[in-house]
């Protein structure tokens, strides 16, 4: 099984930056895909990022498609979220999620069994 940490989230206001790092432990990280998911108050949990477990492969949703960048360090058993250019409509609580694969994969798709605390991240206007 693997433990999901995130941290790095915070206050910051509009047109600013944060960086969300998702730190793994239990397991050999390099078997997991792992994707961030972002849940709003009042509205439903979505999935806004997820690399492969190689990193070969990347998914971004439409909204923050060439604002977000996904990246991992297996060697450090952490996958980061650089978000640039912050808008208010990102303010949400912020999940990193991860999945198994049993070999190396491409997978990036929607479904997360190990999921982690999550981080607040407030963007004023």
């Known amino acids: 099984q693997v433990q999901l940490v995130e941290s790095g989230g915070g206050l910051v206001q509009a047109g600013e930056s944060l960086r969300l790092s998702c730190t793994a432990s239990?397991?050999?990280?390099?078997?997991?895909?792992v994707a961030w998911f972002r849940q709003a108050p009042g509205k439903e949990r979505e999935r806004i990022s997820a690399?492969?477990?190689?990193?070969?492969?990347?998914y971004y949703e439409d909204s923050v498609k060439s604002r977000f960048t996904i990246s991992r360090d297996n060697a450090k058993n952490t996958v980061y979220l650089q978000m640039n250019s912050l808008k208010s409509e990102d303010t949400a609580v912020y999940y990193c999620a991860a999945q198994y694969q049993d070999r190396e994969s491409d997978y990036v798709g929607p479904l997360y069994f190990y999921w982690g605390q999550g981080t607040q991240v407030t963007v004023s206007s």
């Open positions: 239990g397991s050999v990280f390099s078997d997991y895909a």
């Open positions: 690399i492969s477990n190689r990193g070969s492969s990347t």
